[in-house]
């Protein structure tokens, strides 16, 4: 063999030596990144690509302060401290800047909780708020850290509370607004999925990113104005005190619309604290869940149904005797002594129940037949709409009862009781939805709590207002409302302010016991209007007391309405006409 | 650096030439050989993907960017939210009514309405 011989043989197996190792090289990487790409391709993905939700933030309420909407329920930033103890370096100092800035917030046992060496992640204070987070923060104490969560506060405190309903630990809104529009107020929750660095920053590289962002909740603006609302629980708290109620409720509504200034219910309760809760009834929003027998109240539905069938007039006369039978039965007044002859606007001056069974009779051509049973019921039920859910905007609405006249039970004996509230059961808001339609011209308005929502202007944008349906005569009502307005000015207008037209009609409701109507315990319910003379009524305001083992009548709510009637005058600006 | 220069002629009808005219062509005594190519593309290689990284390297320095507006953005939220909350409270119809100013305040004796 030659040289040149020699040195091509090295030349050649140099290069087929690297040939064989970028051979082997090509051929690990074509199997990695070819054969085994979706193995390798679903690995990187694994530990690159990262998925965070993007919590929606939860719709405030508003309540209406005047034309301005003010907040009643919003969303707070606060902080859960948490410690490493392992690395914790000066317990004594962590334990001291603690208490010193979060003060009540931090757990009692935080010297036990720290002195856990062996354990990473020790929760020693919640619900910090941002200024003493970030007061801790500035002492850079080492192994302290902060997990940031979203609190519901009520900045109004007890103000509407059952109206508001609550936020439950697992974020669900529970009774109230919050129950009701739940799915409304918390939104959607968005999500990013990307490739992420090791600090977890999200980086727009990678081909599958999605980013899908969070809608928030609606911000709902009630038609509860909160001054109205507050001013009504004050009443309400005044009232209580002076005649030795334990509960009461006041609403307050627009008749020419259905909207609702206030609703109010006590004894109430913090929905920030609801720890502090020990009756759970406080909860129960009474104006719509809690049916009740409304008594004399009634009679103004049971004219009204008689007028607007042209068989009675507020002159119509009849003959007292202080008390009627009805079959077996015999029905009295409560107010004796106004027998003879005398006439209809008499009989709701004195609250008088003959005269209202009468007008039931009235109604069937002379008795309590199926006509007068059925004509009453098309009132009372489908027209004013007693013992139907109303539709309002809440949770835990109750339905009522009044029994159908084709059944046993609805019989001559149950509908002449049901002329003067007895024998049925509705709520205060389904009455005083009806008289509102007695009042403001004959129109029925579903009551409505939701102004609307509020946009990121600041705007309010209305819902969709509610058609009323027209139920009564104009004419009707014009007469109804005159003598409801006689009714309420020759016994309990001293306190009125002259110059306006206000009416009313008390009620008191005998309560149940074994089956039987007593004396001992009743509810005061007293119900009526006011406002500017020659128009329709500005507000109806419905007051109603309980206690236990305690006759409270619809007397006794008279000066709750008086009070919030003249007050409502001065909120309203209403100008007053002639005396 | 070494040139050859050489006449040529060609006819009219070639359409390449006119009259007059000379053409003169320079041939490079230069010659790059095939590892010279080799290198060549292999920096035009390198310089593209330098481009390459430098574009995606910038893209990613703005998710930095936009990562850290978004933090500030979400600090600067809850501080609003803060002194929302703060501002409610303190507007509260509770502490308004028990404040100084509204105990210093006085029923109107009278109410003059104007006519309409």
Known sequence: MNRSTKTMSRTQLLAIGTFVIMAAFVLRLFYLQVIQYNYFAAMSDKEQSRQWKLPAVRGSIYAMNGDAP??????????????????????????????KVAGGTVRGNIAELLAKKETRYQIVATKVSYKQAEMIKKEKLYGIGFERTEQRVYPEGRLGSQILGFVNDDGNGQYGIEGALDSRLKGTDGLIKTVADVRDVPLTIGKENINIPAKNGDDIVLTIDRNIQHQAERV????????????GSMLVMNPRNGKIF???NLPSYDPANLATITDLSVLNNNIISRPYEPASVIKTLTMSTAVDKGVMTPDSKFNNTDFVKIYDRTITNASKGQTGVISMQHVLNW??????VEVAKWLGGGEINQAARDTMYSYFHDKFGLGKKT??????EAEGTVVPPNTVEGNAVRYANMT?????????????????????????????????TLDAAGKVNEASAKNGTQILKKSTSDTMRDMIHKARQSFFADGDRSGYMIGGKTGTAQTIENGKYVFEQTEGTYLGFGGEKGKAPNYVILVTYAAPKRAITGNDAIPSF????NWLIDYFKLQPKGR | MQTRRSTTFSTRRSGQMSRNYNSVSFVSSVKLGPVTHTVLVALMITVLGLIYLTQATKATSYDYAASKIDSQIAELTIQKNDLEVENARLMALDNISNSSVAASMTQPS?????EQ
């Open chain 1, 391 to 396: 539709g309002i905007e809440l949770v835990g």
């Open chain 1, 70 to 99: 003010v907040q009643l329920a919003m969303n707070e930033t606060r902080y859960t401290v948490w410690a490493d103890p392992k690395v914790v370096e000066e317990p004594e100092k962590v334990i001291e800047v603690l208490k």
């Open chain 1, 420 to 452: 003067f509230g007895q024998g049925l059961n509705v709520t205060p808001l389904q009455v005083a939805s009806a008289f509102s339609s007695i009042v403001n011209g004959g129109t029925y308005y579903q009551p409505s709590i939701i102004e609307g």
């Open chain 1, 351 to 356: 609250s008088l129940n003959t005269g209202t």
């Open chain 1, 562 to 565: 008086t009070q919030m009637s």
């Open chain 1, 236 to 247: 309400l708290q005044d009232n209580m005190k002076k005649i030795g109620a334990k509960s």
């Open chain 1, 262 to 264: 206030a609703m109010a």
């Open chain 2, 110 to 114: 009278s109410t003059q309405y104007v």
